[in-house]
Structures are given as structure tokens and as C-alpha cells.
């Protein structure tokens, strides 16, 4: 069901950008793709940081952070 | 059964020469005439299913998009309830590709916010402290107010998180293309989380012709092709107009 159909040879980023939109179009099982990854994202990022602070106070190590990023 | 169970229609059309075949044997008055017809109207019934099964559409213009709502909509819907009491927005630049089905990563999600006087910025600071947002720039609205009457961005994220955050770019009037793309929404619905972006051909101009990095070409590229059918070329030598000239206004200073 989530089978892309190629329109073209992808060779560049943008081309599988382009490809996936055409698909997205008539096919809106794609998104279930998009959430899983979004999700994904969220939940490594959130438990990333949870553990960085683990113990401290977290506002002053993200704006500490931050800085040495030059957030 | 067959043809509902397996919900594609190009089956149906695999059969179709198979009939014209026993039509031209002088078969068309025996049951077989009626399994035709039969199929016919189950091709006619698939093909207008299919016509259908479409990830958008426009409804009284406000652009729907036919998906589940994720993780990151949520945090955004969240903020706006918030934002919406004390001011006017409009949601801008990766969140708009990726609300539509971009597939990327995002750490922070841009919105647009007339620059708001002190005594409005303490109401929307402090409401969105005690609705569990915190603020990069600082603890007390006194502190960060001194960035948003510098007009420079602030960010939000959820409590005990750092990603993503609201980016809050405020605007004015001397801002033109932001305030025109401000002053010329279009809505957007995902189930019943409805918000306002900028025009679909404002936005990829920007993305194309302003920003144009790498990831903007690519978020332009999902636009054009996503909404290919309901773009506007009017629209496009509309807006055009506008993008060149904030182009211009920067190669000046």
C-alpha cells in the first residue's frame, strides 16, 4: 500500500523530495510514515536532553547550553 | 467481493477485454452481458473512490489536510491556544511543509507576532509560563521584553524539554513582505487543528528567492509538487513582486 511509484530516476535530494510529494498526493498512508518519523525525533530528543540535565535544574543547564552553542 | 476485498480498480480493467471478447461472440444477452455491465459500474464506483482518496482538498478556502494529528502538532496547537488569547499570528517557513507531509526534522516551529507593547507581552509571558512553556531568553517578562522591543526573536519550548521550541518573530509594519504575508492568511485544518500560514505561492517564493539554502529549496519543491493542481500563477507574479523587493531592500542596506 505504501509502495512509491518513481515518476523519474531520483539523483538529487530534491528529486526524492519531488517524488514522494507526487505519491503523497493520491496516497495519504504516506503520512503514517511522517508521523512515525516526527514522533521518533521528539521522543530521542526529548530523552536526550532529560538525561544530559539528569539531576540539575534543567532551565539553567538548556540556557547554559545554549550558550556555549551560541544559542 | 473480490474486486471490494483488493480495492483497485486496474483489476477491473484487466477483465474489460476479456468481455468486449465474448460481446463480439453474440454473449452479450446472457449473464455474461450483465456481469459486464456489472463490472462496469463497479469500475465507475472504484475510479470515483480513488478520485477521492486525495491527502488535501480545499473547503471554502481553508486547506484540508487528511491526516492524523503527531507529537509536534500537538505542541504547536498547545502554544497557539495560549497565544491566541493576547495576539494575531501566522505560522511560517518548515512547519508549513512538514504540517503538509514534508518528512523532515525540526527543531523549532516560526511564527509571526505583531510586536506587542510591554503591558500585552507580561499577559502572553505570563500565561504561557503557567501553561507549562518556559523561555530561552530568561525567567521574568522584564528581562526578555528587552529583546522583543529590540524586535529580536524569542523562543518557547514545553517544561523540561528543549525541542522543539516556538520561534516568536515579531513584525511591524516595516517589515513588508512579513506583514504582507501576515495581513494575507490562508487556513489550514488537520482533524480540528486549524491555523493560519501564509499563501502557498508567498511561502515558496520566499523559501526559493529569500532563504534559498538547501532545505528551503527542498521544502519549496514538496509545495509545488504537493499542491501543484490549486497553485496560482497570478498569485505567483503577485507575490513575486513583493519577494523582490525585500530582496532588494536588503542588497541596499
Known amino acids: 500500500m505504501n509502495k512509491i511509484k518513481l515518476s523519474k530516476i531520483p539523483k538529487t535530494d530534491l528529486d526524492y523530495v519531488e517524488i514522494y510529494a507526487e505519491n503523497l498526493k493520491t496516497n495519504p498512508e504516506l503520512f503514517k510514515q511522517q508521523k512515525m ?10 530523552s536526550f536532553f532529560q538525561n544530559l540535565f539528569k539531576g540539575k535544574d534543567f532551565k539553567t543547564e538548556a540556557r547554559k547550553y545554549l550558550k556555549e552553542r551560541g544559542g | 467481493m473480490f474486486f471490494i476485498s483488493t480495492n483497485n ?5 484487466l477483465f474489460l477485454p476479456w468481455i468486449k471478447y465474448l460481446e463480439r461472440d453474440g454473449l452479450k444477452r446472457c449473464w455474461y452481458g450483465n456481469f459486464h455491465k456489472f463490472l462496469r459500474k463497479l469500475y465507475i464506483i472504484f475510479m470515483l473512490k ?3 482518496e486525495k491527502s488535501y482538498g480545499l473547503k471554502e478556502g ?10 509536534l502538532d500537538y505542541f504547536v496547537r498547545d502554544f497557539l491556544q495560549v497565544l491566541k488569547n493576547h495576539s494575531d499570528y501566522l505560522i511560517v517557513s518548515g512547519f508549513v511543509s512538514i504540517s503538509t507531509g514534508r518528512t523532515r526534522a525540526t527543531e523549532d516551529v516560526d511564527i509571526l507576532v505583531p510586536v506587542p507593547d510591554k503591558e500585552k507581552f507580561k499577559e502572553l509571558f505570563d500565561d504561557l509560563i503557567k501553561n507549562n512553556f518556559w523561555c530561552y ?11 522583543v522591543e529590540d524586535m529580536q526573536s524569542i523562543r518557547f519550548a514545553r517544561k523540561d524539554q528543549m525541542f522543539p521550541n516556538m520561534e516568536i518573530i515579531f513584525i511591524n509594519e516595516s517589515k513588508k513582505a512579513k506583514y504582507y504575508e501576515f495581513t ?12 493560519k500560514i501564509p499563501p502557498l505561492e508567498f511561502e515558496i517564493l520566499y523559501k526559493e528567492i529569500i532563504l534559498a539554502g538547501k ?14 493542481e490549486i497553485l496560482s500563477k497570478d498569485r505567483f507574479e503577485e507575490y513575486e513582486k513583493v519577494i523582490i523587493d525585500e530582496l532588494n531592500s536588503y542588497k541596499t542596506k
Not at chain 1, 38 to 44: A, L
Not at chain 2, 137 to 147: A, I
Not at chain 2, 215 to 228: S, V
Request: proline share 2%; net charge negative.
Open chain 2, 50 to 52: 480513488n478520485s477521492m
Open chain 2, 215 to 228: 532545505k528551503d529549496i527542498e521544502d519549496a519543491g514538496h509545495l509545488r509538487n504537493l499542491f501543484k
Open chain 1, 37 to 46: 518519523l516526527i514522533e521518533s525525533q521528539m521522543k530521542s530528543s526529548r
Open chain 2, 137 to 147: 531568553q530568561g525567567e521574568n517578562f522584564g528581562e526578555v521584553y528587552l529583546y
Open chain 2, 9 to 13: 480498480a486496474e483489476i477491473i480493467i
Open chain 2, 184 to 195: 494575507h492568511p490562508l487556513k489550514i485544518k488537520i482533524k480540528d487543528f486549524e491555523f
Open chain 2, 62 to 71: 481553508i486547506l484540508i489536510i487528511e491526516r492524523d494529528l503527531t507529537e
